[in-house]
């Protein structure tokens, strides 16, 4: 293939290129002038005017941002003295942006400093094909969403590569893209795709349909993610707007569900993606977005056993090559957090992100509509024991503090979903009432729910997981459309608590 | 070929500010990148193939793949700048830059360097878990099309990521870092 043959490039508009860069200018760089592009058209002298024509989307050069194969960047300083250096990470924003990351105050981001202007050599690990971009510097990123991803992303790389303690994320540099070159067409045909993602995202959809409460929905979301997309590790925690933290209501493929186990907002993944309300994905094994089963064995080893006895253990893997948790909004507002997680390396590429995201979104949808759905079949009233088959009585144990609820002596939930189950206790123990609604739970100022449905939802979705996965004597039965019912199978002692002291 | 006799013997010789230590790194079979400024100031970024130390002329000549680099190869004829970096598996990596470059045809040393070093680089690539067609095909330059970028190197910087990257090499007694990486 003749030189000209390989060397397809794609000039920037005139009117895109001549947009000045308000980010560049504040930091006190020089418009660049895009007609100084060399190479824009093959063969056309350096300062004559570029045709019209569009740049492709960086959508379609993603694959080779994945910072799998190193990249090249060239930048200048004032006196045109080029600098040339290896990076790992070249960041997809938008069909228009990269970003690369700014670790060091060194020569590369003095010439970013001085003249706004990079070049990057791209390669795709699957095609082999690689990308020359020309870059025009717009703003940096010090938090966000972006500057989250990106840090993410870097610490699995850093820790892959045996880097962990010298890659250190400082910035997030934001380019226009002005330029696209072919350096080398394909070469290896990428493999089969295993599945088209937009047909599974229409199956998903319609399978998630079919729910008809709210633990149902995100049972079978969790279902299909396994069945339709090979996610074998996903897990839905939803977003406690008092405390800040989420908490688990459904997980599949994990050794114990740990449904009820809680995340602060920042913490791990999971956490970092609800605060930045942004998909959070990494390639690698790291350690820098472990949970909290550290702190807690911190807390238990100096005798601080309250919270770990409190404390049900995040079900996630313990050494996750890949991860990509997904935030459940409604508008603006954080619902929770889709997580899944693989032992393969590079499992999540942006494809998948992509579909997750479209999944995760139709959940809110879903989970904000589903109240109002068509009620369950009624679950027929429980068959009463008689006096002689009774077992022995359970004492239900009341941490008013924290809400949290033991069962004789082992610990069963707390918070919001805590002071339900004592709420109904103490009613039924009062007045021997089974039958209750969502309603008057809502109403109820003792519970401190927040204004949205779902809230009060997830939590009964939360605490009858909780209950039927410790075989508990008292469980909760939806029995209607917005009724559910208690069944008490012994005995109930009921115990206000004050906390052990530390 | 009297030439390429007289460098082949000068291999273990190093060249400007390039230790006999560094000359041989640069020639160890490694990622090879290049970069060219034009005359405006605008850079291009380009990846190379392999790099000879031509040490009687004090000289690196770096063999690039002309297919994809035109607007570098341009910026090169028109008297630009340019740098190299080389980098190794352990991330030590060091930058030589050039006020001015010529192009060449590559010699028979050249080409020699070349297929010793992109076996050297094909294997450190699967060391590092690439998949056998990428090893193989990342390193692959024709020889009949390929040139050289031709450049005396006047200023190297040590670029191993932490402290010291960016540091003028003859101010580093360990300009690869190599005290650093296994300590």
Request: net charge negative; charged share 20%; aromatic share 6%.
């Amino acid at each position: 293939m003749s030189p000209p043959d390989r060397a397809r490039s794609h000039a920037p508009s005139r009117a895109e290129s001549r947009a000045p860069s308000p980010a560049a200018e504040a930091e006190g760089m020089p418009a660049p002038d895009p007609s100084l592009w060399p190479g824009a058209v093959p063969g056309a002298p350096a300062g004559a005017p570029a045709p019209e024509r569009a740049l492709p989307s960086m959508d379609l050069l993603r694959n080779a941002m994945e910072g799998v194969a190193a990249s090249a960047l060239a930048t200048c300083d004032a006196q045109g003295m080029v600098n040339v250096s290896i990076i790992s990470q070249v960041h997809y924003v938008d069909p228009e942006r990269v970003a690369l990351s700014y670790q060091f105050f060194n020569k590369t981001r003095r010439n970013l400093l001085s003249t706004g202007r990079a070049s990057v050599a791209i390669t795709d690990p699957a095609t082999l094909a690689q990308h020359r971009l020309q870059l025009v510097y717009e703003e940096t990123r010090t938090e966000g969403p972006l500057f989250e991803q990106m840090r993410a992303q870097l610490m699995g790389l850093a820790s892959h590569s045996g880097m962990d303690g010298v890659f250190r994320l400082r910035g997030a540099d934001v380019f226009r893209v002005v330029g696209v070159e072919t350096v080398r067409p394909p070469e290896i045909a990428p493999p089969a795709p295993h599945r088209n993602l937009m047909a599974v995202a229409r199956r998903v959809f319609a399978a998630m349909a079919g729910a008809r409460e709210l633990g149902e929905l995100f049972d079978l979301t969790l279902e299909r993610l396994a069945e339709d997309l090979g996610v074998e590790h996903a897990m839905i925690l939803m977003h406690d707007e008092g405390s800040e933290r989420l908490y688990t209501v459904a997980s599949r493929g994990y050794s114990a569900s740990g449904v009820g186990s809680e995340v602060a907002l920042g913490e791990g993944v999971v956490g970092v993606a609800a605060r930045e309300r942004a998909a959070i994905r990494i390639g690698h094994l790291t350690s820098a977005y472990g949970y909290a089963r550290a702190i807690r064995d911190q807390a238990r080893e100096a005798g601080l056993d309250w919270d770990a006895a409190t404390a049900i253990p995040f079900p996630g893997l313990g050494a996750p090559s890949s991860q990509l948790a997904l935030p459940i909004l409604r508008g603006e507002r954080l619902l929770g957090v889709l997580l899944c997680e693989s032992r393969r390396m590079l499992r999540f590429c942006h494809d998948d992100e992509d579909a997750l995201a479209l999944i995760a979104g139709h959940l809110g949808a879903l989970a904000a509509l589903l109240p109002q759905a068509a009620a369950a079949p009624e679950a027929p009233a429980p068959a009463r024991l008689g006096p002689a088959e009774r077992p022995p009585a359970v004492t239900v144990r009341h941490f008013a503090f924290d809400d949290s609820v033991f069962l004789d002596n082992d610990y069963l939930i707390k918070g919001v979903a805590g002071a339900i189950l004592w709420r109904l206790l103490r009613e039924h123990a009062a007045t021997g009432r089974e039958e209750f609604n969502t309603r008057e739970l809502r109403l109820d100022p003792s519970l401190r729910l927040p204004d949205h449905a779902e809230n009060l939802d997830a939590r009964l979705v939360l605490l009858r997981k909780r209950l039927d996965e410790r075989e508990a004597p008292i469980r909760i039965e939806k029995s209607g459309r917005g009724r559910f019912r208690l069944c008490i199978a012994v005995p109930v002692e009921l115990e206000s608590a004050a906390p052990p002291q530390a | 070929m009297k030439r390429d006799a007289a460098a082949s013997a000068q291999a273990g010789q190093g060249t400007g500010p390039l230790s006999a230590e560094l000359a041989a790194f640069v020639q160890s079979g490694i990622t090879v990148l290049i970069g060219a400024s034009d005359l405006h100031g605008t850079p291009v970024a380009g990846f190379g193939f392999s790099c000879t130390v031509d040490a009687a002329a004090g000289e690196l000549r770096v063999l690039v793949d002309p297919a994809g680099s035109a607007p570098l190869l341009a910026a090169v004829r028109a008297g630009g700048s340019v740098a190299a970096s080389f980098t190794d598996l352990e991330h030590r990596s060091i930058q030589a830059k050039g006020a001015r470059a010529r192009i060449e045809a590559p010699t028979p040393r050249d080409l020699a360097d070349y297929a010793r070093q992109s076996r050297g680089h094909r294997d450190w690539l699967a060391l590092a878990g690439f998949a056998p067609a990428f090893c193989t095909g990342f390193v692959r330059c024709d020889p009949q099309t390929a040139v050289v970028v031709v450049f005396a190197p006047e200023q190297a910087f040590r670029q191993t990521p932490g402290p010291g990257a960016g540091e003028a090499i003859h101010a580093f007694p360990d300009p690869l870092g190599r005290a650093e990486r296994s300590a």
